[in-house]
């Protein structure tokens, strides 16, 4: 394949070295490699990941030129394969115009498989790190059980932890259940636990449940905007309490990019 990679982070530079080693003929644009003027048109793109337009742009935090999307449009090939996460209007009015085959990340149940694991293991080292000692014999209040949240749930119980699942849905509720965790509907949630984490993007955490967590505990927000921990309440309460976006780009960025490579395999088979 002939891909051209636009902006990104690591990932993206992990993304072209691997899809180099496999034989594919790649452009990395807004890496210190190609730049706008040099750029070559294809038609098989992929887009800034976990966000392919912001403000009009294609988030690049390496480049030494910004990366306006009306710009990285002249690039797409009319009918191109464009794997492009949550595009934005300019790119939206691009892909529709040329007709381009658009495949989000997001809608992939693979790539989303393969993308909680960096996820959950992220996680894990942010706990880590900040409570500065073992995980092991503490108990973790987690909010929600999808694909992130069942990934670092089994984790945290082979590490030791006595893990409680909080979830609106019966069918994550017994999902959990089966997988040997003890689950309780979010709206009973709150009791003494050492660790909470939230994977839920919507606002399930507040006073009552950070009250009631332990003396010392932290409370660590996995969820994307509007977030799920009130972090005011927290601070005001002296939970220590934050948040981490993007850890498979920060924490594990190669293994990051070979799910999107697989992806790009597996839609171009």
């Known amino acids: 394949m002939q891909i051209l990679i636009v902006g990104g982070d690591m990932r993206h530079t992990h993304l072209a070295a691997l899809a180099r080693a496999r034989g594919h003929d790649v452009q990395l644009l807004g890496h210190h490699e190609t730049t706008l003027s040099d750029a070559r048109p294809a038609s098989e793109i992929v887009m800034p990941f976990p966000r392919s337009e912001e403000d009009g742009l294609a988030p690049a935090p390496f480049s030494r030129e910004a990366l306006p999307i009306a710009a990285v449009a002249e690039l797409i090939l009319p009918g191109a394969r464009v794997l492009a996460a949550?595009?934005?209007?300019?790119?939206?009015?691009?892909?529709?115009?040329?007709?381009?085959?658009?495949?989000?990340?997001?809608?992939?149940?693979?790539?989303?498989?393969?993308?909680?694991?960096?996820?959950?293991?992220?996680?894990l080292y942010a706990l880590l790190g900040r409570s500065g000692a073992?995980?092991?014999?503490?108990?973790?209040?987690?909010?929600?059980?999808?694909?992130?949240a069942r990934a670092l749930a089994l984790r945290l119980r082979a590490l030791g932890v006595e893990v409680t699942v909080a979830a609106r849905s019966a069918a994550d509720r017994a999902r959990a259940a089966g997988d040997g965790l003890r689950a309780v509907p979010l709206a009973g949630m709150a009791g003494p636990y050492a660790m909470l984490v939230n994977t839920v993007p919507a606002p399930v955490v507040g006073e009552a449940e950070l009250s009631a967590l332990l003396p010392g505990a932290m409370a660590l927000d996995l969820a994307g905007a509007p977030y799920g921990i009130d972090l005011q309440a927290a601070g005001a309460l002296g939970v220590d309490a934050w948040r981490e976006p993007g850890l498979p780009g920060r924490f594990a960025p190669r293994t990051a990019a070979e799910a999107m490579l697989e992806l790009l395999e597996e839609e171009g088979a």
């Open 134 to 148: 073992c995980l092991c014999g503490k108990t973790c209040l987690l909010t929600g059980y999808g694909r992130i």
């Open 86 to 123: 949550r595009p934005g209007p300019l790119l939206q009015k691009c892909l529709q115009d040329r007709r381009c085959v658009h495949k989000d990340p997001n809608d992939v149940e693979s790539f989303q498989l393969r993308n909680a694991v960096p996820s959950a293991e992220g996680a």
